[in-house]
């Protein structure tokens, strides 16, 4: 019964992370410009996509396909950005939704005919397979990997917040973005830039992601939903919301899916759907 | 204050409200593929479910501004509804339409309570995740609906006695057109009332309605209402035309599909869920040999192209051409 | 004595550490023509969204007439007659003026909620919103939507709404803001001529407006009221013009 708790708990915290990787830029560029992005799980599908061919088709190693794929989905954002987001910053909530819908709907039938429509194997090396074990429970090796990388990027992210100046005009142009003007933040290239890494984030989550759920053309539209409950539940602009709403949504949905087979994914809407009742603006959220 | 004078703004109201010969000719041309398709009548069927569900997002979207990711809910619930009555061997279309409009309106009131508390994100993710919610109750409960096999054994009765649904979908289309007609006229009364004032009211500046007097969440709870029952109208028609139900009908993919089809044809100008379900349907039905990963790839390049040109969708665009009409849009 | 149209009692209210009202205790007679002056930040919109119940007071209450309306949400209020006009234009950019007056008529009359019957059954309404904009000079342009009307008729559109409410106590938030200095004369004389019955509060910061339309002056800092008076006993007073009229103000 422990035992069994604790495995729902590890792998629904990997499960977390990897939904927090996925999801943190969104609530970033969210909090900061109100721009809905609903593309962000594209860029996310293209990290993956990018990892599987340059392990599978370039032969290159695992590990080194990982920041690849972050260079090629920040890459990507930008030129998005560049020519078609740019427009939109003082559009309406609903057409900020339709342009990043239609292009997901884009993405999808891309992949689709790139790389045809069944899951992508991707060959992990296997210093990262199997389990090991950690305080005699048995733990898998790559789930450990998962939790290991997100942590890091977690700390990293934190610290640039807080210790760096860009952190600091991140921080406030999300705080206030008039007054971030006022002060002289160049916030347009704030924005860029933090848009640039968080689909970079996202891209990663989507190479790590290959091993854990799966990745098939329809992945930018079956993650948006999960990253979308992580960003409005965690509330906007918040690291911190991510991680927890992330971790909760991980654990819950992989508890669900354990003690309450029958139930589905009904589990992570309800609780999802009474959150927000509780707190319209999220954990964390301010605005 | 002289009578003339008062009388102006009178009549400019009521100008503004007036059938324009347009109009009149589209309703009249509605009555053509009886006439020129007579092979097409289930699919002119299906488009006229598919506006009567457009129409009724416009009256929450178009007018009073709520972004539903949702509104498949009261669709699918209406259709499953009319669907059971038939298949527990009830199987008259009018009672049973009714009964499924009524079970729509009664979860759309309930859940309005909810849905007028928010705003922005908060919202759009609460009505995503009720549909969310409806969708996987449904694959659950599949005891009751079938689950996705679909709900087998609906058997419909002939329409007032006379008419019986078949394969030519004669009675299916004169059916949906009828209902969709009435419905039209009853969401044009409500947009063109002081009720539909109040929407566009809240749509034009939440703020300033308090500021006025107004009780939003009122009106929002009544507008969502008469749309769930409009939706539910639609997804009723659905089931008793084509005797089939199907948790598609539920699914987040029709929720999305109506949103796009309102936008195309242009939010809050009335005709627009119309004409952009006419469009969509035909474009997908000749369409409809070719893989369905093209169809989303056209189908995202139109809506990116739409937002970035013709951003009140292709009604917008033509009343750009036509500036001398001025419509209570 | 007969009761103040508009009182408040202890009104405080804090963000953190930033106070931005405090003790504010206000009387305002049948009539009024009161206006709210001091230096930016000293808390007068403040104030307003307190008394409208746009903002929840921490400590205090609020009187219209006899009955205590602190508990009430804001639209209840309105429709006890305590309205407000906003500093910056917050109309309905798509809906013409005509539709947006009649609008506020009709939910003041209560047929806003009437979804069977068409606007143009209600004549009665629309005749008294046209009236309210002829009154305010804006009759000729009524019929355009509100975005293709000038900044000036969108000043006096902002009153409109508030008239078509039919108030008892109206709060002008900065009436004329970014109104040229000749026109918004003509927009004060409009707010002079308003109904004896009506008390109003407005917030202004052109001093010769102030001492040319207002009958007494509250001059508010840092979220306290400072001092009130008559126009003249303000103008000597020492404290104030230390404050407030010593410093350049905004037109």
Known sequence: MIASAFGVLFDGFAYGMLLFLLSVGLSVTLGMMNFVNLAHCSFAMLGGYVAVSVTNDLGWPFLVSLPVAFVAAAVASVAFERLLYRRLYRATDLDQCLLTIGIVFISVAVAAYVYGTIQQPLNVPSYLRGTVSVMGQSVGVYRLFLIGVSLLVT???????????????????????RMARGLGINVDRVFAITFALGSGLAGLGGALAVEIVGLDHAFAFTYLVYVLIVVAVGGLGSIAGSFVAATLLGISDMAGKYYFPELGAFLIYFVMVTLLMWRPLGLFGRR | MTSSAAAEPQRYLEAQIRWRPLEIAFWLATLLPFVLTPNYLLLASQIAITALFALSLDLILGYAGIVSLGHAAYFGFGSYTAGLIAKWGWG?????????????????????FIIARFRHLALIMITLG???????????????????????????WKLLGMFQFDLFGTTAYSYSLAVLFLLFLVARRVIHSPFGLALRGIRENAVRMPAIGAASPAHIRKVYTIAAVMAGVAGALLAQTTETVSLETLSFQRSADVLVILILGGAGRLYGGIVGAIIYMVARDQLSGINPQYWYFWIGTLLVAVVIFLPNGILGGLARLMPARRSPA | MSTAALSTRGLDKSFGSLVVAKNIELDLPRGARYALIGPNGAGKTTLINLITGMLRPDQGRIFLEADEVTALRPEERVKRGLVRTFQINTLFPHLSALEAVTLAVCERRGYAGTWWQKLPAYPDAIEEAYAILLSLRLGASCYRPTRELAYGQQRLLEIALALATNPKVLLLDEPAAGVPQGESAELFSVIADLSQDIAVLFIEHDMHVVFRFARRIIVMVGGRILVEGTPAEIAADARVREVYLGGAHHG
């Open chain 1, 155 to 177: 700390l990293l992210l934190v610290a640039t917040l807080e210790y760096t100046r860009f952190g600091a005009q991140v921080r406030a142009a999300v705080d206030n973005q």
């Open chain 2, 92 to 112: 008259e279309p009018l009672t049973g339409l009714i009964i499924a409009a009524a079970a729509a309106g009664l979860l759309g009131y309930l859940t309005s």
């Open chain 2, 130 to 156: 009720l549909g969310l919610l409806l969708a996987e109750a449904a694959n659950s409960a599949s005891w009751l609906t079938g689950g996705a096999d679909g709900l087998q054994g609906v058997r419909m």
